[in-house]
């Protein structure tokens, strides 16, 4: 005889059973959101925290030794002593903003002929600064994408003045086919910088930093919906979004990528080896510096961030000795004409007929400065501010000279790192001829 179940206590079973798969499947599901809206966030967060506006984790903080290494190569021997004096001005300037690590670099005649640095490359495995030691550069990398810019104005192949339509076809949004090139490398043509960005998508990927953008032409999707704070050539508002488009101008007028562009434009012709996109593992550059952030006199390693979605306006990896080879060679007729690098260095006029409010030039910025046994100084300049980083090259064509220089955190006032400037100015000036005179 068979015995049937009683049905009352098989349905509780079933009941159980089922309370007890709802609560398993609720709790994974619940656990997927939490871990999503934690990868979604934490970037979010990091953003914030080394902003200064959230509180990090009180481990992790390192200090400077007491004891600092330095180094520098001098490579013609008849600037030894300016050499030797200039490292000691490095030194005191690295210990005086009290910064982990500064190099510098110095270029007179097409030539590079000092280069020398201090600190500490890593504060954690105690790797000293070399300068052959890499760095982010920040907005510097606008003046090599501006380089890239000139030598195509130079040979025909773009026209400044333009609509960069006629260059980039199918457009992601129509407000920027009236937009000239000469707008986007003058911040001129109405682009919105990263916080007036209202895609919002866009917005999230420069705060997040997490994603990798191929190429210059998806970096676009960060900005293509957002709206021109002003028509072309109206007013002036820096904006590296402005020279992302302007890579993809320089990419779809030669029909290669951005990256074979500088490659063979700026990199290759000016001897710039150590010049990369930064890797997504530090592995695969052992010589570039370890970022950090600085918070009363104490340093934590920059959270890992990624910025390829800015590359042409603010994501190149550099060397000071790069930077001064590039600085020197836009005095060189063979690579620049005479006319089209006073072009790029001349301040621009908005269509009201008045000179922008910052006097910027073409990816440059064109200033005279009055140095101490100098006296006064003109220039092409840009600096760079990025993620535990900071960049300056200067180019002095009165005495066909250049000088670049990194650090490998960042101040709060950007003048206290490049000051350093004037001293360089007078340590290798008087050694050189001003054409001027």
């Known amino acids: 005889m068979v015995i049937l179940p009683n049905h009352l206590e098989f349905s509780v079973r079933i009941r159980k059973v089922v309370q007890m798969n709802t609560r398993k499947i609720s709790l994974m599901v619940a656990s997927a959101v939490a871990l999503y809206i934690i990868y979604v966030f934490a970037p979010v967060y990091g953003f914030y925290a080394y902003r200064g506006g959230a509180p990090l ?4 903080w390192l200090e400077i030794p007491v004891s600092v290494p330095m180094t520098h190569e001098v490579y013609d021997s008849s600037y030894q002593p300016n050499g030797d004096k200039a490292l000691v001005l490095l030194a005191a300037h690295r210990q005086a903003i009290n910064v982990p690590a500064i190099s510098a670099a110095v270029a007179i005649d097409g030539k590079l002929i000092w280069a020398g640095a201090t600190g500490w490359a890593d504060l954690a495995t105690s790797t ?11 907005s510097t990398s606008k003046a090599l994408t501006a380089t890239a810019l000139a030598r195509l104005v130079d040979r025909g192949v773009i026209d400044l003045d333009a609509p960069i339509s006629s260059y980039v076809l199918n457009l992601p949004n129509d407000s920027w086919s009236n937009i000239t090139p000469r707008h986007l490398a003058s911040h001129m043509s109405g682009l919105p910088h990263y916080k007036e960005n209202t895609d919002m998508i866009g917005l999230y990927h420069t705060t997040a930093l997490q994603k990798n953008f191929r190429d210059v032409f998806e970096s676009l999707t960060v900005f293509d919906s957002s709206e021109l704070l002003f028509k072309p050539g109206e007013g002036f508002h820096y904006s590296t979004l402005g020279t992302v488009l302007q890579g993809a101008v320089i990419a779809s007028s030669t029909g290669l990528p951005y990256r074979e562009v500088m490659q063979r434009e700026v990199f290759g012709p000016a001897d710039m080896s150590a010049t990369f996109v930064e890797p997504k593992s530090a592995i695969d550059k052992p010589n570039m510096a370890t970022f950090y952030l600085r918070r009363e006199g104490k340093f934590r390693k920059w959270r890992s961030v990624n910025l390829s979605h800015r590359l042409p306006g603010g994501a190149w990896v ?3 000795s790069d930077l001064a080879r590039l600085g020197v060679k836009h005095l060189d007729e063979a690579f620049l004409s005479t006319q089209t690098t006073q072009s790029f260095w001349t301040p621009q006029s908005l269509n009201s007929g008045e000179v922008n409010e910052q006097d910027y030039a073409i990816g440059w910025r064109w200033r005279e400065y009055d140095v101490d046994g100098v006296g006064l100084v003109r220039n092409a300049n840009h600096g760079g501010v990025s993620r535990g980083s900071q960049a300056w090259l200067m180019v002095l064509p009165d005495y066909n ?5 990194c650090m490998n955190t960042n101040v709060d006032d950007f003048s206290d790192f490049n000051k350093i400037y004037s001293e360089l100015i007078s340590a290798f000036a008087p050694a050189g001829i001003s054409v001027s005179e």
């Open 57 to 60: 984790p009180p481990w992790g």
């Open 128 to 138: 000293a600064v070399t300068p052959e030691t890499e760095f982010r550069i920040g």
């Open 318 to 320: 550099s060397t000071p």
């Open 401 to 405: 000279m250049a000088i670049a220089f």
